[in-house]
């Protein structure tokens, strides 16, 4: 569910117009609902009420700072994956011992950085890494909080770019080699062994595959406190899918996603931690884009936007699905028409969708990506020379621009010219 929904044959953001924005933004933007970002921060949370238990937002998805002061002060954590967005975490008011430090090249200095400023653990991906987080943690006279991450070799059955947990990825420790990797982990002095972490892939639409991979980590932390580990918290991951067409079967509810956790994993009474990212900000975000041309090619209609790859690439990147709507709803009994949706940079690869079913469009009117609030902005590039877009977040009927649009002078001025030229 979310809060884009039409009033009187217009599209709204909550209580604002989607209109109202554009003329005082322009297109393409993105647009975000607090409503919808709380209510799905919420429906995690709620899910595991009574578990102790600490949702943190893998802020990858949409990094925006005032969306992430949104989730924080909604008692968020954070899962970061980078020195920079352990900073963006930190400036939007995260406690370190809410911030979660993910990813599998976190360099010395990344990691330095944020054991200096606090943090609740680091999810350690290799051995090498191990060695390094140990040598920094001594250096500072400190010791290291650490899970390790465990690959637990399932299938997670979606797109093969956003899966994680397979033997062949490269993501985190086989768990065949956990004990072993475990044993040299307490070992070492600048070291906390905490707990497991676990992270299987995105847009996963079935709970079979997560349910598989939390049996082998209840298992394996068995086998852990047999070997003499503490192991007191679990670090689920993220990965829950969301529905981006209206007509396929539901992916399962956090509720649902909720109870499995306490199936599998209750007995333990460990802290459970979950990294959702794209279930919350997904479908709290729209991209915004005006129809430049309709052009009549041989055999289909081309809608040429001002949008394009650059600006929202997971059609490009992972041939996503985004259900593209006209911004003023289409008058009932018109009959639709198959477009190919395309933006203006110089690549097929720009290409939205094929044969879209839309209402008849015309060059001046505008469409909405839905579901386009996750790996949307954050993926954005200045490709073709077009400045990155800007952001808008919607509060009941207040709106405010979150990110503007840098001028072109802004974009060229990024660059210097050498002293020879
Ligand atoms: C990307 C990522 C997530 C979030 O995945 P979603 O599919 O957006 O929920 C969580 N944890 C880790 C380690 C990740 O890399």
Known sequence: MDHFLYRDGVLHAEDVPVAEIAATVGTPFYVYSTATLLRHFRLFDEALEGTDHLVCYAMKAASNQAILKTLA???????????GEYRRAKA??????????????KTADEIRYALSGGIRQFNVESEPEMEVINAVALELGTTAPITVRVNPDVDAKTHAKIA???SENKFGIPIARAREVYAHAASLPGLEVIGIDVHIGSQLTDLDPFRLAYQKVAELTQALREDGHDIRRLDLGGGLGIPYTRSNEAPPLPVEYGQMIREELGHLNCEIEIEPGRLIAGNAGL????VIYVKHGEGRDFLILDGAMNDLIRPAMYEAYHDIVPVTEATPGVEPQPYDIVGPVCESGDTFAKARLMPPLEAGDMVAFRSAGAYGAVMSSEYNSRPLIPEVLVHGDQFAVIRQRPTFDDMINRDTIPEWL
Request: glycine share 22%; net charge negative; proline share 3%.
């Open 73 to 83: 002060e909604a008692g968020a954590g954070m899962d970061v994956v980078s020195e």
């Open 92 to 105: 939007a008011g995260v406690p370190g011992d809410k911030i979660v430090f993910s990813g599998v090249g």
């Open 164 to 166: 994680t947990g397979k």
């Open 287 to 290: 991209m915004v884009s005006k």
